[in-house]
């Protein structure tokens, strides 16, 4: 069993119906001059096969090809290249894949996922400093909301903003201690 990545410069695309598009576009032509040529797509490929050496450079014998990520060796290619891969491969091979198409800019779509990593598409580091702002603004909100709640005299009016507001501060602690810690967030 296998899956495949494909990897391409141009067109970049942004969402994943738009390099479904593209790719059933070019399942039906099979011609990769759909592509423009690209020499971040060769440099991918042969950077990646340096990594991830291809199937025909082992012997029968050779227990690292047991290692190898690939199903079947991909084709170079300057336009578009096909990544077929085993479904035991190993992770950071994968990883080094998606790594090797973000230094380069290129497209990378999972038609199996469907997943899309894209130069066009990926804002790159998120921003942290809007993050922190926009929970701060809630923790406000949170404590206003509590001691508006303190203040009204009829209880049955009271403790639900009291719960509101509180729950408020609670997400805002949350997240501030997430944004601190990024090893507590959850895989993306």
């Known amino acids: ?43 991918f490929y042969d ?12 012997d029968d014998d050779d227990r690292r090809a047991t290692e190898s990520p690939w199903s ?21 091979m994968v990883d080094t ?10 497209v990378l ?5 469907p997943t899309l990593h894209s ?3 990926d804002d790159g580091p998120p921003d942290i400093a809007g993050q922190v702002k926009q929970a701060l603004i809630a923790g406000a909100v949170g404590l206003l ?10 209880r049955l009016l009271g403790w639900p903003i009291i719960g509101v507001g509180g729950f408020l501060v609670l997400m805002t602690v949350y997240t501030l201690v997430v944004l601190w810690k990024p090893e507590w967030q959850a895989d993306s």
């Not at 779509?109 to 996922?113: A, H, M, N, S, T």
Request: overall charge negative; glycine content about 2%; hydrophobic content about 40%.
């Open 1 to 43: 069993m296998s899956f495949d990545l494909i990897v391409w410069k141009e067109p970049a695309v942004t969402t994943e119906e738009e390099a479904s598009s593209l790719m059933h576009r070019f399942n039906e032509s099979g011609d990769p001059s759909m592509f423009p040529a690209s020499k971040d797509v060769s440099s």
């Open 47 to 58: 950077e990646l096969l340096q990594r991830c050496p291809a199937l025909e450079s082992f």
């Open 72 to 92: 079947v060796t991909p084709e170079r290619s300057d336009r578009v290249i096909e990544l077929t891969i085993r479904w035991r491969a190993p992770d950071a």
């Open 97 to 106: 894949m998606v790594e090797l198409a973000r230094k380069y800019q290129l």
């Open 109 to 113: 779509y999972d038609p199996q996922g």
């Open 119 to 121: 130069p066009v598409a």
């Open 145 to 154: 909301l509590v001691a508006a709640g303190t203040l009204i005299p009829i």
